[in-house]
């Protein structure tokens, strides 16, 4: 079995992938200091898959101590890359610490991937990196508009950080994964989305609202040019996107790769606005959603969606699950949350 090391493995996404990783065959080991996450998610990725999955609480911008990982570690044939900062706004806020922290310790990882000789490597991108695009879908080859906030430009920063070492090396190869907007939670209902603090993303904060952890959800802008005025966003079940990551591995593993730096953008391809998805919440929970329309928020994209066919044509990859499984699954998850209230609010990760 390849042993793959996931950085960010008690993240949402990493969780996830994890388990749909261990599902198809592959050995897994996490990193992650638990700073924005909860380690207890490894027990329903535990639950899901009867595997228990080891976690090195390592600080990756600490190079010593992500090499301890590598040393410990020699037969990782291949790393995912999660661990980042990812709050939009907290970016604006705090601009030193995202470019602090994301950049540091992706170039710690490929530091150790070079001198340790992992040959294969996904890193986790955002379709934050197109800005505000001119026309949508966008496809790979879109150009970058500016990004809207620091955590989009750690995003653009570190695509051209993993294109330009790979063109350098002769032993690496990677994969940029661009996410739209990864919503729901995994059917099981053993892991999903465990925002810290008050939700800045559309779906918890629709959920928590709904089950009454907030008492009113805000909408961000009705008077843009689309067709109810709310933004457009192409949102994706987290297991869709779980799955597109060990076919990248695959990909990579069985050189299927033209280049040494591969880039997909995994998104369904549909766009929908905020005020569609609420109404599909609302018959989904089978409740109306308290909500009130407010003013923009400011490094709004207006609309954005993808062009999925490379990676529905080179990975074989196919999304399984509809905007109301998204929502269905969301909603579950939160039920389940309010129910087993102890499970995670043991250890709250504090913001830094
Ligand atoms: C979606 C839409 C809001 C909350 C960002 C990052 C992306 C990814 C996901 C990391 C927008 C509106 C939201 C609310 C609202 N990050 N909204 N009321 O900004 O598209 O993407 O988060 O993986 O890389 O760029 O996601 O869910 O914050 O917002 O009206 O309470 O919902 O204005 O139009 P976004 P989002």
Request: include cysteine; hydrophobic fraction near 35%.
């Amino acid at each position: 079995m390849k042993k793959i090391l996931v950085t960010g493995g008690c993240g949402y996404i990493g969780s996830h992938t994890i388990v749909d990783l261990l599902q198809n065959g592959y050995q897994v080991i996490s990193a992650d200091n638990n700073s924005r996450s909860n380690p207890q998610i490894l027990k329903g990725v535990e639950e899901i898959t009867g595997i228990k999955v080891k976690n090195y609480a390592v600080d990756l911008c600490i190079f010593d101590d992500t090499c301890a990982i590598f040393q410990e570690n020699p037969d990782i044939a291949g790393i995912i890359h999660f661990a980042a900062y990812k709050a939009v706004g907290e970016s604006v806020e705090k601009p030193l610490l995202y470019f602090q922290n994301n950049l540091d310790s992706l170039i710690n990882i490929l530091r150790c991937a070079t001198e340790f000789n992992v040959p294969n490597f996904v890193f986790s991108s955002s379709c934050t990196v197109y800005g505000n695009p001119d026309t949508t879908p966008v496809t790979e080859d879109t150009v970058f508009k500016p990004a809207q906030s620091p955590y989009g430009s750690t995003k653009q920063m570190g695509e051209q950080i993993v294109q330009q070492v790979m063109n350098s090396s002769t032993n690496l190869q990677s994969i940029l994964l661009r996410y739209f907007n990864p919503v729901g939670a995994h059917p099981s209902n053993c892991i999903g989305e465990l925002p810290i603090g008050r939700p800045a993303n559309l779906i918890p904060g629709i959920t928590q609202t709904a089950i009454g952890k907030l008492p009113q959800m805000q909408v961000y802008g009705n008077d843009y040019p689309t067709k109810d005025g709310s933004c457009v966003r192409d949102f994706i079940h987290v297991s869709d996107i779980a799955h597109a990551h060990t076919l990248a591995l695959d990909f990579l593993l069985q050189h299927k790769n033209k280049s040494n730096c591969e880039i997909f953008n995994l998104g369904t391809g549909s766009g929908y606005t905020v005020l569609e998805v609420i109404d599909v919440f609302e018959k989904v929970s089978g409740q109306k959603l308290n909500y009130v329309i407010a003013d923009r928020r400011p490094g709004d994209v207006i609309a954005i969606y993808a062009n999925n066919d490379k990676a529905t044509t080179e990975l074989n990859w196919h999304t399984k699950y509809s905007l109301q499984d998204m929502l269905q699954t969301a909603w579950n998850w939160e039920q389940k949350l309010k129910k087993e209230q102890s499970l995670f609010d043991g250890k709250k990760p504090e913001l830094n």
